[in-house]
């Protein structure tokens, strides 16, 4: 099983600032990795696909990066909307085994 | 809109099943475009996927839950079912359905639309 890590734990910025989020893969998944935001009390909304890809309704400020077992979500000039968890998924593995990261808290410094 | 809403028992006792039902708005089950997957979310975890079902009936399951776990679709009540057995407090977590890539090699499987969660507690 691909066991997926995010760091850090716990992102306090400031709104306008970038925050950097940080996935890692216990062995390749080439670029089919994914991210999703979460709010309290909601499902996890899908952000990005294919390590870079935005989702329909993703705003431009989200930007995803990597491959192989390093990939980065780079949120740009932080808004309120932003505070929330983010995960990574990689969905890359043959037989089906899709396994989610324990989460990045963005929260107001 | 398509749109998913996950149904069933709040509260389950050690060592019986958990059944859900996802009832699908919006769009039907029975496409060849999509699969339909369960996942669940221990509180203040990430998501664990359960796993998925394409219409045709073809599933494919977490190794961890495997034994446990069985999927299935009601086509004419546009509907998912997620039974899973002998549950223990570990299980206690929000239950999503969610709408996803068709299950393939080399294919891009996120999940793209997700029902609001219902929460399930296993305890006596």
Known sequence: EVVMTQSPAT???SPGETA??????SQSVSSNLAWYQQKPGQAPRLLIYGAYTRATGTPVRFSGSGSGTEFTLTISSLQSADFAIYFCQQYNAWPPIFTFGPGTKVDLK | ??????SGPRLVKPSETLSLTCTVSGGSINTEFYDWGWIRQ???KGPEWIGSIHYSGNTYYNPSLKSRVTMS?????????????SVTAADTAVYYCARQGVVEPNAIVTFGNW???ILVTVSS
């Open chain 1, 20 to 25: 950097t989020l940080s996935c890692r893969a």
């Open chain 2, 1 to 6: 809109q398509l749109q998913l809403q996950e």
């Open chain 2, 73 to 85: 679709l009601e086509a004419s009540k546009n509907q998912l079912s997620l039974i899973l057995t």
């Open chain 2, 42 to 44: 221990p509180p203040g």
């Open chain 1, 11 to 13: 992102l306090s910025v």
């Open chain 2, 115 to 117: 029902g609001r969660g």
